[in-house]
């Protein structure tokens, strides 16, 4: 009975796009927390998302996710503050289970799992199966002999070692978690087909210089996994490629032949990783097609605050962490709805060049260093989070008319401020949250923090 509704919630879908979005879920593991980003990225690498007239392929894969959301066929688990859109997902077992099944039944994908008793495809399945997920084998995952040379999509997760085949070169898509991975980089440079590589949590990976030859890839992604050599020159040579996700082993190129990349992010967590300042600047300054921009380091040079105003798409910026700050330029991009800075110091108010932005609905600061911080009153006019750490303000001035949509407030840090300014008694929404973190001044007799209680707010306080 049970696989019977299910199968016709699966059929009523719109479309046999999205259908092969839902089986797709087979691929990942038991209780898996699915990066909806990630999971987007790879269903445009699987060419399941169709062209649409006026649409993004991004933007119809988020209504195929809003979609199987509101049909339970998958639950949410995190929202964007910034965009309102579903960020991570997982589903339930019942569901993947059958969509494990559907997706062996239809020859759309196997998946081996030893510890589940599962071990690929069973012998009345006569389908040939392109996509094969590997989750959480006990031994050693040889792929010339457990995955077919027809392969096109490889997913692996929690496996010691895998050892890959020369064999394995119409791969569009591999997805590697938390393995060790043998020949990589002999293999790699053959998958010339290849659209998406993701590896996360892995060792053992050098990339060689002939990933240059990947014309189609579109994504790649190796935070947190331990390379052992400097991502190659050539990788930039690729003209498709959209999304760049990076760990300790990058050093910039001198230029960038295609500037066509979205995202771009940076994660250096190592004192030792090599890169030249300027360079650095120079690559950066490139990479006016962006929307999205993270780098984390100790110290971000202070000249990179100055090359985003020849980006006119950011929608996200994440800068962490800058040394001293003077200032915050005035030309920040138009389009920027997210802001996380953090920095040791800023010399200068922030608030009076920020609050124009006119699609700013998340801003997250550290660092202020001055007594007074000023936000007038046609101000933030759609900021919704607010986020300050370490700011040495005594004072808060805020004008009637100013972050008129402000739900939630975050003070961390913030040693010096004696009250919360009264213009947050005039924001619109009725129900809020304030967060107070080593915030000791302000205590419960504050005017406005009682109004705000009185009304509805919740506050979260911390010594």
Partial sequence: MMREILARSYKDLANHHLRSCYLYFAAFPEDYKISVLALIEVWIAEKFIPHLPNHKLEETAHKYVLELAQRNLVQVIERSEVHGCILTVRIHDILRDWCIEEARQDGFLDVINKTAGQGGPSSSNTMISYRSSVQNLNGDLICHESISNSARTLVVFRIPSVSFSNQLKLLRVLHMEDSSLENFSKIIGGCIYLRYLRLRR??????????????????????????????????????????VYLGNEFSPPRSLRHKELQTFELYLTRAKTKYRRHNMVIFL????????????????????????????????????????????????????RCLVLFADIIEQDPMPILEKLPSLVVLELSGYRGRIMSCSAKGFHRMQSLKLDEFSIEEWRMDVGSMPRLSHLALRRCRQIGKLPEGLLHVRLLIGDIELFNVPRITEDDNTLYELQRRGWKVKRSP
């Fill in 202 to 243: 892995c060792k053992g990976v050098t990339l060689p210089s002939s990933i240059g030859q990947l014309i189609y890839l579109e994504t790649i992604d190796l935070k947190c996994t331990q390379m052992d050599s400097v991502v190659p020159k050539s990788l930039w040579d690729i003209p498709t490629l959209r999304h």
């Fill in 285 to 336: 300054g490139q990479m006016n097609q962006l929307t999205t921009f993270s780098w984390a380091i100790s110290r971000i040079p202070s000249e990179v605050i100055n090359i985003f105003a020849n980006m006119p798409h950011l929608v996200d910026i994440y800068l962490n962490k800058f040394s001293v700050l003077k200032t915050i330029p005035a030309k920040f991009p138009q389009s920027l």
